[in-house]
């Protein structure tokens, strides 16, 4: 095919070269014979010829002056071809994007009425740049995408980078139409005690009075299903220096797992760290490959969660008894005023009781 012309699958672009090529032929001239007439030089002309250089303005008006057209004719011929490159560079993007399809789960964006249903794979890959807001599918394989982060992690998929970029994406999405209160660390230091109180219901029945006693703060909470190969179950971002994101997942699907994610993901909001991420994985590397926190700021915030969850001193002296049985460790719960399951989830965590033992005592967490 001649260099002058372009052409993908059913797309064809022809350069304004091309038709400068038939005009030197039908004049029955050589190259330099017809640059020397257009007044310009051989080399321009071979360029042009070759679909190497754009058509200027001046050889257009120039080609217009010895032939006799308008200078529309070319500079149309220019804006027409320009039009077609855009064209097939876009269809080329699209049958590159539409890998990406193999990895992101489209029906777990039409399920959380992100996208539009559609069977048509390049209209899936339009929908999912527009809900994740970036101008092609491939930016979801930067780890810096939503944060500037650490990069010393040499194990974490490319896939596991694309799925958490979008999970966490489109928790940001959600999280804009919610209309928050300034943030207040004062008031949301204040609700801790408010938020414990919900721990005795079902998760079910408080997401929507938790969801107001976090908004109130300052706080967009927002709650989505396991998106499959994110490992992300949960993350922290500021959205503003008012406003910040708490994403939470329900991959556990148990409560002393949800509530200790929650109070440590407080904690990190309460550090208030404005241009850090911080992600909420069982994959260490994911949450330092995505994250970009420190490890002094995850074991504060496991600590605060920890504590909040159970005094310090009374878990002290309740593990220091000889035994540990489903009958003291509701007793111990109660009388802290806390839900067996959360007793059992911090033993199980110490390894104080092996992790098949008392899980009768833990409730699904339905939401």
């Not at 070269?17 to 004049?27: C, F, K, N, R, T």
């Not at 009425?113 to 491939?138: G, H, M, W």
């Not at 194990?155 to 139409?177: F, H, P, R, T, Y």
Request: charged residues 30%; aromatic residues 8%.
């Amino acid at each position: 095919m001649s260099k002058n012309i372009t052409k993908y699958e059913n797309l064809i672009a022809f350069h304004p070269g091309y038709y400068i090529s038939d005009v030197i032929e039908e004049l029955e001239m050589s190259q330099i014979e017809f640059a020397k007439r257009l007044d310009t030089n051989a080399k321009t002309i071979s360029q042009l010829v070759n679909g190497q250089i754009p058509l200027s303005d001046d050889v257009a008006q120039k080609l217009s002056q010895m032939l006799g057209t308008s200078v529309g004719v070319w500079l149309n011929l220019q804006k027409a071809y320009d039009e077609k490159i855009c064209e097939i560079k876009a269809q080329e993007l699209l049958d590159e994007e539409c890998k990406y399809l193999e990895v992101l789960d489209y029906n777990y964006f039409v399920k959380q009425n992100a996208v539009q249903p559609t069977r048509d794979k390049y209209e899936k890959v339009k929908r999912l740049r527009s809900c994740f807001k970036v101008a092609d599918l491939r930016v979801l394989t930067k780890q810096d995408l939503l944060t500037a982060c650490r990069t010393a992690v040499n194990v974490v998929s490319e896939k596991n980078i694309i799925n958490a970029n979008a999970w966490i994406q489109l928790g940001l999405n959600l999280a804009q139409n919610i209309d928050c209160s300034k943030y207040d660390e004062k008031l949301l230091k204040e609700a801790i005690p408010k938020i414990k109180a919900l721990m005795h219901s079902d998760l079910k029945g408080v997401s929507d009075e938790l969801r107001t006693i976090l908004k109130n703060c300052g706080i967009a909470f927002v709650q989505l299903p396991y998106l499959k190969n994110s490992c992300v179950n949960g993350a922290v971002k500021w959205m503003n220096e008012d406003k910040a994101l708490l994403l939470i997942n329900d991959k556990s699907k148990k409560e002393d797992v949800f509530w200790f994610s929650l109070f440590h993901e407080i904690k990190h909001i309460l550090q208030r760290r404005l241009k850090v991420i911080y992600v909420n994985s069982d994959d260490k590397n994911m949450s330092k490959y995505i994250g970009a926190g420190n490890e002094a700021d995850e074991l504060e915030a496991d600590k605060f969660a920890q504590d909040t969850l159970i005094a310090p001193k009374r878990y002290e002296e309740f593990t220091e008894r000889a035994l540990v049985t489903s009958e003291s460790i509701e007793e111990f719960a109660k009388s802290i005023d806390v839900p067996a399951g959360i007793v059992v989830g911090r033993l199980q965590k110490d390894e104080k009781i092996p992790w098949n033992r008392h899980n009768n005592l833990k409730r699904q967490c339905r939401y």
